[in-house]
């Protein structure tokens, strides 16, 4: 039976609380890779390549596959579903919003030929374009690699 | 300027973790009334009344305005869009979910006339219908009261 | 230049108020065929089903074209997307529908060679399975036959 | 029993006809707050800032809470779903629409208790960005404020 | 009993292949009318414009009437959305298309009354904007005309 | 550089036309693992799980192995929104589908690194529940394995 390390939790945690507490909340992932980040915009294409490039730099993912490029996107477009509740629009639709994310990146099954997966996790507030008229909003999109 | 408490991190926290981590980690919730509890299903109403039904008996909501009844529903709806990501629908496409869920209600914003909100936060598994073929979900809807 | 004909506003006064008013507000549309009938259902398919049976028995399409049933189809689903606003789903997602349909049938251009087109008015109330917790709802689908 | 006045019908009929002949035929509804207004645009955020900057302007909503945007915001978004009718954008995908639109706030229900809600509706046409090549589309949304 | 011509089939073996492939492979459909071309863009309104003008300009679909135009619009909707897979998006979440198109009219059904219909056929790649970083992507859209 | 055979077109091929076919036309694909067969439903969980019992049981994916279940599964969806245009319903919106689909499995890409991939076709029609009622359709869903 496969079991489960939760990098979705961990990821969420990340961007809720910070290293320090995740890490201590969740000591069994200490073996991952991670990014944390900030991003406020009012175009989903802003908050894709923010969380790629990141992603890039730090070495979470590699430059040169489009394998994980693919991965990581689809995993980014997951969490941006979060954020945005049904309809996958920011600015077109007057809003805008304030994001922290995290990508964890490691096994999260007991059976290692499942491999590699990846979380992208985003939390912040969304909402008008006017400081203090908005709400929180929370994302998590999760892919094999 | 109207200061918010974070009760979208706090009903996640809520089910990310337990009651006692999140009220160590968030003291200033202490006042907001809050519920926890588990579905598991295939069916996306079944997760709607699951909540709703936990709500009003544990007095979160009024059982008799629809006005209340009406704010939960859309959190609620907005908190399934983050599950599912972009498709609101699970057994119809061969999904199922096990899932935690926290209902916070209280006053988030320092200006007393932003009056009550209400936080929905889902988190847990999405997969196929066989144990270990899934991954985590989470889910937030946020709505004034 | 084509000039206009509402018969989206004649199919959406046939479902808010009755016949006769409707009539007296926009005579220019006695021409056309009409018909109008009720639903109360928990079931996308038992809208489409209801309006198109009774646009077949009274007349209004062809029983024997395809060509007919696929625009008053797609007339129909647009109408249901305006009553479902965003979310294609009513009883999965807990929600109940009680409403007044209409459909036009005529020539709305002054060019006649614009043919024929056929408008698809929904009016009623949805919200949760208890009577009075409910709210209005409207959708209205246009198309060319 | 909660009972209803037809806020959306009479918002409807305010964008259908005007003043005078909504007034008299729904005369229930003649305490209700109402504006109405028009917008033409490629862009579905100069919709939502058009109604939502003539709402605050004339009062019908308060300009310096977020409860009130935010109620109103989702009432547009749902309103605005049933012009596009599935998908939720215009110029993106090569359409311009003309629209009247009008917004109503008052007390629906019977039961004093339920208190205020609002209903936005849009009403004119859509199509290709070419003078006639249009037709009718209607858009209804209400949320309690 | 309407017996029916695959012009879906036709165009998508234009796209897919080349005229004389496609001809030879269905001797049936050499009496329907089809254009083809080529689309490169990270914006929606370009491919339908693209297609549009194409179909315009070489008679497919006549430049006078609207009714021709929204048949067409419909269809070429259709197939962008198999081509988007779910989200009818493409710059906004930072993907590029280059594309295939082919648009095929006649008629398909045996029987005569069911007139004449449209296939709009897209086929290419999607991906991240760097050469290479794309999988292929495909759609078809048909409408009675 | 990153060069590409086109699994999608293979893919697409085999269930437009035939397997001597699609060979005859991609004899760089000869390689690839492939399965074809055949659908009739109103349902979607039912596409979905023909095509995983389908693909499992003649070995193109690991029956053990959630990864490969995981990719195989967004796959079919990516095709099920090409078959079903912009709502992710079939019965539950009237709509019967008579499909044929193919699994192929390979490396598209020159560069070994970015290892194997999956595409699905679907072909078929859908309509209404009546014989003859009914149009072509297409969809296509690519991940990587």
Redesign the interface.
């Known amino acids: 039976?496969?079991e489960?390390i939760?990098?979705?939790?961990y990821a969420?945690?990340l961007t809720?609380?910070n290293k320090e507490?995740a890490k201590q909340?969740m000591p069994q992932c200490e073996q991952m890779q991670i990014i944390v980040g900030k991003i406020g915009t009012m175009?989903?294409?802003k908050i894709?390549?923010s969380v790629?490039t990141a992603a890039r730099r730090e070495g979470i993912i590699s430059e040169s596959?489009?394998?994980e490029?693919?991965?990581l996107?689809?995993a980014i477009?997951?969490a941006?579903?979060?954020i945005t509740?049904?309809?996958?629009?920011i600015?077109?639709?007057?809003r805008t919003v304030g994001l922290k994310f995290a990508v964890v990146r490691g096994c999260?099954?007991e059976?290692q030929?499942?491999?590699e997966?990846i979380?992208v996790?985003l939390?912040g507030t969304i909402?008008?374009p006017i400081?203090?008229?908005?709400?929180?909003?929370?994302?998590?999109?999760?892919?094999?690699i």
Do not use: C, F
């Open positions: 039976m496969t489960q939760s990098i979705g939790k969420t945690l809720l609380t507490t909340l175009s989903l294409n894709i390549s790629e596959h489009y394998r490029t693919h991965a996107y689809h477009l997951e941006v579903n979060g509740r049904g309809e996958l629009s600015g077109e639709i007057m999260p099954y059976d030929e499942e491999g997966w979380a996790s939390y909402g008008a400081k203090g008229k908005e709400h929180e909003t929370i994302g998590l999109g999760i892919n094999h």
